[in-house]
């Protein structure tokens, strides 16, 4: 009996650390390998710690960390949950490219050294890795809007361009194909399997990160698509605003946010002296170094687990870098505060949204065409697009970020037609400016089609506090 209950013991025990084991791996967010990342091993050095909880305060690291994105296990999402009742309509998923090489370079320092070609036997890895390079490779007759079939379907050069997608970025897409497509398609047969292409509708900027993140993306939804089913739109502009994207009002917003920002950021003593600090390593004026936003650098040193840089002078540091994201943080806070910015997205985001509920409602009458849009875009599409939505808790776009708006129709009631909106995978309806008190008078877990027309037509002119009622008219009204 006494040797039964210590085996007994022995295996809750067992089963214990099993547990945390997996639940570690769970939240491991770095990969540990030191020369398997696409970046030389002699400039290489651990400089991020392992959070396996969220903190209880604001912590610029753990930010950080979320911000990248790092691949690690499947992660859970609530994209398409429903009651057995409801049927998906249509589906509507607005991307952030994913991780990318800087757009800046830190004056009188190295580059990173990071490899953009892509790489089996390094990580982060995909299963359909190698399967994305070979179909991409046999692409390049594809049909694209000009002047996207001027660039390359894929990132392949050993010390990767400035802005040039990572391979962690197209894993990050890779993943969220196969995520969507697992849900989407196995699940609820949004496309038939003889699927056409007027039942896609592809739209991304002219930059080479979001057309290749679009691919991936589409790559791990429709694994070996037939390439002359796809045709991908050009986006001149990241509001993906096409025709009506001249609007002054809008821009006199934007200017007021810069003040803003230029305010803050002078009141900000610690970040000054942090900046002062950094320009005498790499011996520059503090302005020169400020205006080449060495930020954007240090997150894919932080992003990739290098170094910061180093000169005889000293090196770039930690505390350097924390100091500049709290700052970020700070900003991001006092802008939802101030609610400038809030104008600035209401004009900014609507024509995307005007188009994006012009396709549901043809959806929902019954027709067949651009029942999955994908818009491959920018944290600068993202980020106007979730003020607008009241999501102002939301934080900010990361590398890979989704938005999804989805359609749906109820069975019992055919002519009823409900949205749901999620952001990386969280369910985020009812904290919409326009739904957040209907589940408190109705049980049905959706929002009504209806809501979300009725905002982009009349109130996102009443949120701007203008008698405005319609898009011209808020972007053009006089004494603003």
Same mark, same amino acid.
């Given at each position: 009996?006494?040797?039964?209950?210590?085996?007994?013991? @022995?295996?809750?025990?067992?089963?214990?650390?099993?547990?945390?084991?997996?639940?570690?791996?769970?939240?491991?967010?770095?990969?540990?390998?030191?020369?398997? /990342?696409?970046?030389?091993?002699?400039?290489?050095?651990?400089?991020?710690?392992?959070?396996?909880?969220?903190?209880?305060?604001?912590?610029?690291?753990?930010?950080?960390?979320?911000?990248?994105?790092?691949?690690?296990?499947?992660?859970?999402?609530?994209?398409?949950?429903?009651?057995?009742?409801?049927?998906?309509?249509?589906?509507?998923?607005?991307?952030?490219?994913?991780?990318?090489?800087?757009?800046?370079?830190?004056?009188?320092?190295?580059?990173?050294?990071?490899?953009?070609?892509?790489?089996? /036997?390094?990580?982060?890895?995909? &299963?359909?890795?190698?399967?994305?390079?070979?179909?991409?490779?046999?692409?390049?007759?594809?049909?694209?809007?000009?002047?996207?079939?001027?660039?390359?379907?894929?990132?392949?050069?050993?010390?990767?361009?400035?802005?040039?997608?990572?391979?962690?970025?197209?894993?990050?897409?890779?993943?969220?194909?196969?995520?969507?497509?697992?849900?989407?398609?196995? =699940?609820?047969?949004?496309?038939?399997?003889?699927?056409?292409?007027?039942?896609?509708?592809?739209?991304?900027?002219?930059?080479?990160?979001?057309?290749?993140?679009?691919?991936?993306?589409?790559?791990?939804?429709?694994?070996?698509?037939?390439?002359?089913?796809?045709? #991908?739109?050009?986006? &001149?502009?990241?509001?993906?605003?096409?025709?009506?994207?001249?609007?002054?009002?809008?821009?006199?917003?934007?200017?007021? $946010?810069?003040?803003?920002?230029?305010?803050?950021?002078?009141? /900000? %003593?610690?970040?000054?002296?942090?900046?002062?600090?950094?320009?005498?390593?790499?011996?520059?004026?503090?302005?020169?170094?400020?205006?080449?936003?060495?930020?954007?650098?240090?997150?894919?040193?932080?992003?990739?687990?290098?170094?910061?840089?180093?000169?005889?002078?000293?090196?770039?540091?930690?505390?350097?870098?924390?100091?500049?994201?709290?700052?970020?943080? +700070?900003?991001?806070?006092?802008?939802? $505060? =101030? =609610?400038?910015?809030?104008?600035?997205?209401?004009?900014?985001?609507? &024509?995307?949204?005007?188009?994006?509920?012009?396709?549901?409602?043809?959806?929902?009458?019954?027709?067949?065409?651009?029942? #999955?849009?994908?818009?491959?875009?920018?944290?600068?599409?993202?980020?106007?697009? @979730?003020?607008?939505?009241?999501?102002? +808790?939301?934080?900010?776009?990361?590398?890979?970020?989704?938005?999804? #708006?989805?359609?749906?129709?109820?069975? $019992?009631?055919?002519?009823?037609?409900?949205?749901?909106?999620?952001? /990386?995978?969280?369910?985020?309806? #009812?904290?919409? %400016?326009?739904?957040?008190?209907?589940?408190?008078?109705?049980?049905?877990?959706?929002?009504?089609?209806e809501n979300l027309v009725r905002f982009v037509k009349r109130d996102m002119f009443v949120a701007l506090g203008s008698s405005s009622t319609n898009y011209y008219d808020a972007c053009h009204r006089e004494g603003f």
């Amino acid at each position: 009996m006494l040797f039964r209950n210590r085996f007994l013991l @022995l295996l809750a025990l067992a089963a214990l650390l099993a547990f945390l084991s997996l639940s570690l791996q769970f939240f491991h967010l770095i990969p540990v390998s030191t020369a398997k /990342n696409g970046v030389s091993s002699k400039s290489r050095k651990r400089i991020m710690p392992d959070p396996v909880t969220e903190p209880p305060g604001m912590d610029p690291v753990y930010e950080a960390l979320l911000y990248c994105n790092i691949p690690s296990v499947a992660e859970r999402s609530l994209e398409g949950h429903a009651p057995h009742h409801f049927k998906l309509v249509s589906v509507h998923v607005f991307i952030r490219h994913g991780d990318r090489y800087p757009l800046y370079v830190i004056p009188k320092t190295k580059r990173p050294e990071i490899d953009c070609t892509l790489v089996a /036997n390094r990580k982060p890895y995909h &299963p359909k890795l190698e399967a994305f390079v070979s179909h991409m490779s046999k692409g390049s007759g594809a049909s694209f809007e000009s002047p996207l079939h001027f660039l390359p379907l894929y990132p392949n050069h050993p010390l990767c361009e400035m802005g040039e997608l990572t391979q962690t970025g197209v894993v990050q897409h890779l993943q969220n194909g196969q995520l969507l497509r697992d849900i989407y398609l196995k =699940k609820h047969k949004l496309l038939p399997n003889d699927w056409s292409t007027d039942q896609l509708y592809l739209e991304t900027t002219g930059k080479s990160r979001t057309l290749q993140s679009g691919l991936a993306l589409l790559y791990g939804f429709l694994p070996d698509f037939d390439w002359k089913k796809i045709y #991908f739109r050009h986006q &001149p502009s990241a509001l993906f605003c096409s025709g009506n994207c001249y609007c002054p009002v809008r821009n006199q917003y934007l200017e007021k $946010e810069q003040r803003r920002q230029y305010l803050l950021r002078l009141k /900000n %003593s610690q970040l000054e002296r942090a900046y002062g600090e950094m320009a005498k390593i790499v011996d520059i004026p503090t302005k020169q170094l400020r205006a080449a936003n060495p930020v954007d650098s240090m997150l894919c040193h932080f992003c990739h687990n290098v170094s910061f840089p180093c000169t005889r002078n000293g090196c770039i540091g930690m505390e350097h870098f924390k100091v500049i994201k709290t700052h970020q943080i +700070e900003d991001e806070r006092e802008r939802r $505060e =101030k =609610k400038l910015y809030l104008g600035y997205a209401l004009l900014g985001a609507h &024509p995307i949204l005007n188009q994006t509920i012009s396709r549901m409602q043809r959806a929902a009458e019954g027709k067949k065409e651009e029942i #999955f849009a994908l818009y491959s875009a920018h944290d600068v599409t993202l980020s106007p697009l @979730l003020s607008a939505l009241g999501l102002t +808790e939301a934080r900010f776009p990361r590398f890979a970020a989704r938005l999804i #708006f989805e359609l749906w129709q109820d069975r $019992e009631k055919p002519s009823e037609h409900s949205v749901r909106i999620l952001y /990386n995978g969280v369910d985020v309806t #009812f904290h919409t %400016s326009f739904c957040q008190d209907h589940h408190k008078r109705s049980p049905k877990p959706m929002c009504p089609l209806e809501n979300l027309v009725r905002f982009v037509k009349r109130d996102m002119f009443v949120a701007l506090g203008s008698s405005s009622t319609n898009y011209y008219d808020a972007c053009h009204r006089e004494g603003f």
